[in-house]
Antibody
Framework: EVQLVESGGGLVQPGGSLRLSCAAS????????MSWVRQSPGKGLEWVAN????????YYVDSVKGRFTISRDNAKNSLFLQMNTLSGEDTAVYYC???????????????WGQGTVVSVSS | SYELTQPPSVSVSPGQTASITCSGD??????ACWYQQKPGQSPVLVIY???KRPSGIPERFSGSNSGNTATLTISGTQAMDEADYYC?????????FGGGTQLTVL
């Protein structure tokens, strides 16, 4: 079964840091682009970042550039999101996503994890 | 930055056809995807590359994309289709989502 399990969320003070992890199973992780998407409470979806199969390319939404870093460990089937200088606007559920694992279309967000909650508050 | 616009809400009677639009500059020149999200659940891909359905998605879900508008159509809408729907496209290597449409089946 294809599965993505996020961890690492929690409560953090403004200006603090947090590292999210995503454990992948049931598919050949190293063959697919991976993304993070977030959803603020009661709001819509916002794409955050993605990373190429071998980690050679990374892209970010403007609001997190310079603060967030996406990375992956293909040997451990894991995706990460290092989040620094957090603010209340970063409060959200963060979803780990595998692109094109089922459709074989890289642009499609095929598989979503259950999400991990990040709350930024003093 | 690129923007996608959806109506906040759409209502439909059971058994009727629901249409949800997504507007963006020259959106027809890009591929559109659609995601369904039910309360408390993660989103699910229901349409990709404008009009393709992933395995397991019912045939009543279809999509189109032309000009500046992509459309998700649900034929013979069922109560279980009540959910939030988001369109999504790529622009300059970044993904963009629409604001979402709450579909009410009543």
């Amino acid at each position: 079964e294809v599965q993505l399990v996020e961890s690492g969320g929690g409560l953090v003070q403004p200006g603090g840091s947090l590292r999210l992890s995503c454990a992948a199973s049931g598919f050949t992780f190293r063959n697919y682009w991976m993304s993070w998407v977030r959803q603020s409470p009661g709001k819509g979806l916002e794409w955050v970042a993605n990373i190429k199969q071998d980690g050679s390319e990374e892209y970010y939404v403007d609001s997190v550039k310079g603060r967030f870093t996406i990375s992956r460990d293909n040997a451990k089937n894991s995706l990460f999101l290092q989040m620094n200088t957090l603010s209340g606007e970063d409060t959200a559920v963060y979803y780990c996503i595998a692109q094109g694992t089922i459709t074989l279309v890289t642009d499609a967000f095929d598989i979503w994890g259950q999400g991990t909650v990040v709350s930024v508050s003093s | 930055s690129y923007e996608l616009t959806q109506p906040p809400s759409v209502s439909v009677s059971p058994g009727q056809t629901a249409s949800i639009t997504c507007s963006g500059d020259k959106l027809g020149n890009k591929y559109a995807c659609w995601y369904q999200q039910k309360p408390g659940q993660s989103p699910v891909l229901v349409i990709y590359q404008d009009n393709k359905r992933p395995s397991g998605i019912p045939e009543r879900f279809s999509g189109s994309n032309s000009g500046n508008t992509a459309t998700l159509t649900i034929s013979g809408t069922q109560a279980m289709d009540e959910a939030d729907y988001y369109c999504q496209a790529w622009d300059s290597s970044t993904a963009v989502f629409g604001g979402g449409t709450q579909l009410t089946v009543l």
